[in-house]
């Protein structure tokens, strides 16, 4: 399985920015995929997440300004990133979840994007 995230850079404030992740090896379309993000010197959060029939749900300091949606033609993933803040600068990870049972999955992840927010 593999993961390839694209789309980060630097933005000013306010600015917009759209992610995107095309994922290979496993059944896209029954999969829940999400959006991870790590600031220096912090924890790894859940950003987004969309489930294979396309529940979505956000992080609270993310709601109203980021949407995250699929292709399922393309095997991609995207986060649309609006009225970005200097708080948002993180390393942007796209990840993907393989279901095998209730409590059993594999999750895989993509190698990281910067999205750096800064005047």
């Known amino acids: 399985v593999q993961l390839q995230a694209s789309g980060g850079g630097l933005v000013q404030p306010g600015g917009s920015l759209r992610l995107s992740c095309v994922v290979s090896g496993l059944i896209f379309n029954s999969n829940t995929v999400s959006w991870h993000r790590q600031a220096p010197g912090k924890q790894r959060e859940l950003v987004a997440r969309?489930?294979?029939?396309?529940?979505?749900n956000y992080a609270a300091s993310v709601k109203g300004r980021f949407t995250i949606s699929r292709d399922n033609t393309k095997n991609t993933v995207s986060l649309q990133m609006n009225s970005l803040k200097p708080e948002d600068t993180a390393v942007y990870f796209c990840?993907?979840?393989?279901?095998?049972?209730?409590?059993?999955?594999?999750?895989?992840w993509g190698q990281g994007t910067l999205v750096t927010v800064s005047s």
């Open positions: 969309i489930t294979s029939g396309g529940l979505t």
């Open positions: 990840s993907a979840r393989r279901t095998y049972a209730a409590t059993s999955y594999t999750d895989y």
